[in-house]
């Protein structure tokens, strides 16, 4: 019994001066402040990016569903 509460004080004694770093967060405002142009340009970017793949599969899920060379 001794032997295992040997264990544990060790076990509290090395979790116990555990370093914990902490978070950087930071309340500064943007080093670069982004015009409304950037603003527009990034937003259609992403939005084609993302968006246009599957806007197009859907637009064309009819050609999907016929294979070719199968009975229709």
């Known amino acids: 019994m001794s032997g295992l509460n040997r264990?544990?004080?060790l076990l509290r004694g090395v979790l116990r001066?555990?370093?914990i770093p902490k978070a950087n967060i930071?309340?500064?405002p943007a080093?670069?402040?982004l015009s409304a142009g950037e603003?527009?340009?990034v937003m259609v970017t992403m939005f084609v990016t993302i968006l246009?793949?599957?806007g197009w599969v859907l637009a064309?899920?009819?050609d999907y569903k016929k294979r070719p060379g199968g009975a229709e």
């Open 7 to 9: 264990s544990l004080n």
């Open 39 to 41: 603003q527009v340009f």
């Open 26 to 28: 930071s309340a500064k």
């Open 17 to 19: 001066h555990q370093i």
């Open 52 to 54: 246009g793949p599957s």
């Open 31 to 33: 080093k670069h402040v």
């Open 60 to 62: 064309h899920l009819e």
